[in-house]
């Protein structure tokens, strides 16, 4: 969310007397606003992330750590600078669900620049400078998606303890006090109440247990009947994690509705990958990320909603929580694969039709008006439908999901934008950086090669419970598109020509031209193109289009030579690719196209099915001239995903694990106890801070990246230094 607008909220009550005033004016603005900004066109790339971080208050006497709510006095501090300069900072800083957390991105989005990439990890270090200024010699900032003992006895400082009978209380949670809500601005207290007199009753978020052999069942607080179950009861157990987000500018609709579709896919990928929780109230469970205990954290659906009494009072039944992973396809390639049915209110889908909205946006926008709104202000009741968009927002901002489709805000430069939002934070922002840099870098290779992700949003919703289950990085397989021959014959020719080159390298002709800046953008916004207008004469290269000219057409299988589509004007309206082209569209050959590959064989490879994600992105990077220290950059983070997608290095997830279950304290009952926590999070500050290298999650020396040598891992640093690369400046 934007600076958050003041105001005053209403009561539940009064909220829910205005749901359809909200739904019927939150449609009429967003077909007013897409009739004013459906032709925008040329926004350039620009891009930023999002990182969410708890404040840690350690008792080194007594060995204990705990959530420090001091988030609203942080920020104020945090904010002054801000204020002064809005325009000037380096970072900036927004209240989050928890008095613990805080929200910091960038002061400026990235923009098309390669040399963008090293900014990244200077930034997000930057920030966790910036906070740790504030804060006392026993306080830390942390990137971590949970903290271990969230919502156990006395895990806040000041202490503070819940009051499941106070009528007063938001959460009337038995473990998470009202204290640990920020107490800054009243919209997280009031999504909170609203959520729950809503659903009828408090949340439930049931996790299962990790079995080990002595473990105590029932779990203290599990539901009847589920002995092996832990129980979460509040808003704060899903909204109180942290992660990582990222947003992308696309250089118009279409193109944003196709980031959109073709992102997806990747996010039961990416969340497998980044898994970083795998402990809830101080026990072990059965779950290494976040998303159902999120999902469920602010499901405020009925129980006739939930499909467990009659339809009575309610209209539909409603197959997921707002907060979930996306339920359809925007583009019309994608149209296809939306196979599971939409719920939605026809009346509002019709009008949406008749003000001009085609098909797939409209059952979209339609579905996410199926909720209501959980948080309404006075002032922000009666609003012009030609210029205002809250309404929209309002619920738009309400429908938490692994995707989101952003508009332009109203009155500004900003254009179409999409939104990825599954990732769990991670420890280092070494490791936060990589991935963002990874996923900005997939992007720029799906515009340019074309590339085809589309799943069956069934197989995507099986992802991504596939995703959260223990160890699935390593373990678990994943429905994945097999690529077309297209692809493969680019990414192999791009591999072979790359291996030359290594060989042309190792042969001391340097290759890698430095100097040359080298843009990601260009008119459209869309292709990663270079700046130096370098030569590039294989036609079969889907980066350019052969001129010289220093802005390309991105969408590169618009240059003649390809066989896929024909469409010149850099749009992707009708767009059919290389993959489609290959098959014909029998169920027979449909239900090849999806196969179960690993974490490892979608990012590395799997040859005759897919070439696997980092080879394209590196076969996309062999066109490209860049800079010597952009290349390292890049280079250390791809290897780190290589390394984590083979297994090579573990997540966060599965090295949590292991630290607790090799504790001396560690009683073999699945308790994540003050000390192990303590251990635990002691150990996280030394990684964060560069004191400490462990090895299973971040190999040799793959931390804290500063441009010296000393960062750079050394099996790299010799092969750059035969090459002349990476010299300090
Ligand atoms: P959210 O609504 O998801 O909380 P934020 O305002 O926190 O969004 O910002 C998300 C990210 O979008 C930030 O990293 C910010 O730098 C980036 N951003 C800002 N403007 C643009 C833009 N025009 N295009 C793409 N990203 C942008
Ligand atoms: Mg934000
Ligand atoms: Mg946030
Ligand atoms: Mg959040
Ligand atoms: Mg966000």
New binding site residues.
Partial sequence: ??LLSEGSPLSWEETKALADHVREHGVNQFINLYHRLKDRQGDIL?????VEYIIVKFDDEKKVARVALRAQDLLAELNEKEQADPKGVKSLW?PEYGAYMI?G??G??FGGLMAHFNLVEANMRYRREEVTELLGSDECVMSITNFPRLGAPNFTYPLAQPRPEDPLSSARSLYFPDEAIFPGHPRFKTLTRNIRKRRGEKVSIKLKVFKDAKTKLPVEGAPPGEPDVVLLDAMGFGMGCCCL?L???ACNITEARRLYDQLAPLCPIMLALTAASPIYRGYLTESDCRWNVISSSVDCRTEEERGLAPLKNQKFRIAKSRYDSIDSYLSPEGAKYNDVPLTYDDAVYQRLIDGGIDHLLAQHVAHLFIRDTVSLFSEKVNQNDNEDTDHFENIQSTNWQTMRFKPPPPNSS??W?V?FRPCEAQISDFENAAIVCFVVLLTRVILSYQLNFLTPISKVDENMQTAQKRDACRKEKFWFRKSSKTTEQRAAKANARAQAEAQAQANGKATLNGGGATVLENGNGNGLANGSGSENGDIDEPLTNGSSAPKLNGHAATNGSSKTNGTSNGTTNGLSNGADSDHTDTDDEENELFQLLSINEIFNGKPNVFPGLVPLIRSYLQSMEVDTDTHCTIEQYLRFIQKRAAGELITTATWMREQVLSHPDYKQDSVVSESINYDLLKRIQTIQEGKHVEPALLGQGYHSKTKTKEFIPPALQKQLAKNGCCEEK
């Fill in positions: 969310m934007g620009k891009w930023g992330d999002e927004r929200e991105t960038p400026k989005p987000q947003t992308f500018q900003i254009g934008r939104e």
